[in-house]
C-alpha cells in the first residue's frame, strides 16, 4: 500500500516541477504577494494631507497649527479661508481632513470658555477618517491641558501590549502567513485531478491497482508539503525581512499548519472531484476563499459582523488559524490556549477530507 501512495507522490511532484509555469506559480507569487501585502496593506496614516482654516489667526490659534505641521501624522498642504474652499478641498481628494479654528478661539481660551475646534475629515475612506481623527483629538487634548491645565493634572500614558510601536505590519504579516499558505495550498490540490481529466492520464490512474483511498492520500501529501514550504518562505520573510517579531512556540506553529493545510487540501480535493477541467477548479478556489477570508476576520473583526456572519465564520478554518498564527508570533500563545482553536480546526479538517473521500467515490462510480 505504502509503496504504492509512494510512487504516487513521486508522480504528483514530478509532474508539478516538470512544467516552468508551475514551478513559476508555486515560488513567485507568494514572495511577491506577501512583499505587496506587507508595504501595500498599511493602516497606519502618516503624513496625512490637511488644510487649514484659521479665523482667529492668533498667537495661539498659530501654537496649535504648530502643533499639527510638526506632528508626523500630518503634513500641511494649503491655507483655507472660507467653507466652500474647505468642502472643494475635501471634495477634491487634495487633503483628507481640514482643521477649522473658529474666530473667538483665543478669547474663549483665556476666559476659561471651552474653546471648540472643529475638523472637518473626508468619510468615504471610514478606517483612516478614524484614524485622523483619534489624532487630531490627542493633539489638541494634549494642546488644552498645556495651555489651560484641564485634566487636573492627570496625565494619559499609554502602552500598547505584544505591538508598542503599534504597527500594522506586526499585524498583518503574521495573518498573511496563514491565508496566503491555505490559497496556495487549495489551488494545487484543486487543479491536480482536474488537471488528470485534461491530459487524459485520469483513466489510467483508474486502472493501476491503487485504490481510491490511496489516489486520496497520494494527492493530499504533495499540497501539503509545498504549504508547508510555502509557509516556512512567508514566515523567513516575516521574520527576518519585516522583522516582525517570533515568540511564540515553532513546534505549535507547525502543528497548528498542518491541521490547517489539511482542512484546505480536502476543500481542494472537493472542488477538484466535481471540476472536469482546470478552469472550473479554479473559478471554485475563489468561489471558496473570497468569503472565507472576508469571514476569518482578517480584515474587519468578527464582533463587527451580523450575528448571521459570526456563525458562518464557525465554519471556516481560516477563522482559527488566523488567531493562532499572531498569538503564536505576538502573544507566545500557549498550548491551552491555542487548544479552543485547534479542535474546531480538526473537526473542520476531518469533514472536509471525509466528504472529499465520498465525493471522490461517488464520481469514480
Given at each position: 500500500m505504502w509503496g504504492r501512495i509512494r510512487a504516487l507522490v513521486v508522480k504528483e511532484f514530478r509532474s508539478l516541477w516538470k512544467d516552468p509555469k508551475v514551478r513559476g506559480v508555486l515560488v513567485l507569487p507568494p514572495l511577491i504577494q506577501v512583499i505587496i501585502f506587507a508595504y501595500a496593506a498599511n493602516f497606519d496614516v502618516s503624513q496625512a494631507r490637511l488644510g487649514i482654516w484659521d479665523e482667529d489667526r492668533s498667537v495661539h490659534s498659530r501654537a496649535l497649527?504648530?502643533?499639527?505641521?510638526?506632528?508626523?501624522?500630518?503634513?500641511?498642504?494649503?491655507?483655507?479661508?472660507?467653507?466652500?474652499?474647505?468642502?472643494?478641498?475635501?471634495?477634491?481628494?487634495?487633503?483628507?481632513?481640514?482643521?477649522?479654528?473658529?474666530?473667538r478661539f483665543a478669547a474663549?481660551?483665556?476666559?476659561?470658555?471651552?474653546a471648540r475646534v472643529q475638523i472637518l475629515i473626508d468619510g468615504r475612506r471610514s478606517n483612516t477618517a478614524q484614524i485622523v481623527n483619534g489624532y487630531a483629538g490627542r493633539i489638541v487634548e494634549a494642546f488644552a491641558r498645556e495651555r489651560v491645565g484641564t485634566g487636573g493634572g492627570v496625565a494619559l500614558v499609554t502602552r500598547a501590549w505584544f505591538n508598542p510601536n503599534l504597527e500594522s505590519q506586526w499585524y498583518i504579516l503574521p495573518g498573511l502567513v496563514a491565508m496566503l499558505t491555505f490559497s496556495m495550498t487549495m489551488m494545487v490540490t484543486a487543479l491536480s485531478v482536474a488537471r488528470e481529466r485534461e491530459l487524459g492520464t485520469f483513466d489510467q490512474l483508474l486502472v493501476t491497482p491503487l485504490r481510491p483511498t490511496e489516489i486520496l492520500v497520494g494527492k493530499t501529501i504533495p499540497p501539503v508539503v509545498i504549504g508547508f514550504g510555502e509557509a516556512h518562505l512567508m514566515l523567513a520573510a516575516a521574520v527576518f525581512w519585516f522583522e516582525v517579531p517570533f515568540t511564540g512556540s515553532l513546534l505549535l506553529l507547525y502543528g497548528s499548519l498542518i491541521v490547517f493545510l489539511l482542512s484546505g487540501v480536502g476543500i481542494g480535493l472537493a472542488v477538484s472531484s466535481v471540476s472536469q477541467t482546470q478552469q472550473q477548479a479554479i473559478l471554485g478556489v475563489f468561489l471558496y476563499l473570497t468569503p472565507a477570508i472576508i469571514l476569518s476576520g482578517y480584515a474587519t473583526p468578527i464582533a463587527n459582523m451580523p450575528e448571521w456572519c459570526q456563525w458562518l465564520s464557525l465554519l471556516t478554518p481560516n477563522?482559527?488559524?488566523?488567531?493562532?498564527?499572531?498569538?503564536?508570533?505576538?502573544?507566545?500563545?500557549?498550548?491551552?490556549?491555542?487548544?479552543?482553536?485547534?479542535?474546531?480546526?480538526?473537526?473542520?479538517?476531518?469533514?472536509?477530507?471525509?466528504?472529499?473521500?465520498?465525493l471522490f467515490r461517488k464520481r469514480l462510480g
Open positions: 497649527v504648530e502643533r499639527f505641521e510638526i506632528s508626523d501624522a500630518f503634513r500641511r498642504i494649503e491655507t483655507i479661508d472660507n467653507p466652500q474652499a474647505a468642502s472643494a478641498a475635501i471634495a477634491a481628494e487634495r487633503v483628507v481632513a481640514v482643521l477649522h479654528i473658529g474666530p474663549d481660551l483665556l476666559a476659561g470658555r471651552p477563522r482559527y488559524m488566523l488567531v493562532l498564527s499572531r498569538g503564536i508570533f505576538l502573544e507566545a500563545l500557549p498550548l491551552e490556549l491555542a487548544w479552543p482553536q485547534l479542535w474546531p480546526m480538526a473537526v473542520i479538517g476531518v469533514a472536509t477530507m471525509a466528504f472529499a473521500t465520498w
